[in-house]
């Protein structure tokens, strides 16, 4: 095989692009984000355990403290736990009502809504809602 790579031009014009350390196929570097902050790493874990259905008590979990650990903004691991999980998405859902607010006061059009509540055999209390939006012509 050596006596045919030796003597092969078409893999003599490769050879120089080629890396033989295995490394540099598998764990290669990828390039970091200079404007992240550490509100930036608590969205992206309020989306990955809201998108998972996961419960926040496990922000608490050793091994994930740990791999968040990892991560250095500044110089600094961000504060990562179930409260300001929590926080964040309070501080998201208040910012969402906020924005929400501010479109209905500029809405020229016509918003009826209709709420049906009712409270099961078992005690659930369930709350139905249509929304009907009719625009001016």
């Not at 991560?71 to 998405?89: A, F, M, Q, Y």
């Not at 998201?92 to 607010?101: F, P, S, V």
């Amino acid at each position: 095989m050596s006596r045919h790579l030796s003597s092969c031009t078409n893999y003599r014009k490769v050879s120089g692009k080629l890396s033989t350390s295995m490394d540099s196929k598998f764990f290669q570097r990828r390039e970091t984000k200079a404007d992240i902050s550490a509100d930036d790493v608590v969205d992206k874990v309020l989306n990955f355990f809201i998108s998972g259905n996961i419960a926040f008590m496990q922000a608490d979990n050793p091994e994930f403290q740990e791999l968040v650990s990892m991560v250095k903004i500044d110089g600094k691991t961000p504060s990562i736990s179930r409260k300001s999980i929590r926080e964040r998405l309070n501080f998201h859902a208040q910012k969402a009502k906020e924005d929400l607010m501010v479109k209905l006061m500029e809405n020229e059009s016509k918003i009826s809504l209709a709420l049906d509540c009712w409270t099961s055999s078992s005690n659930l209390a369930f709350l139905g809602t249509i929304l009907y939006h009719t625009f001016w012509a």
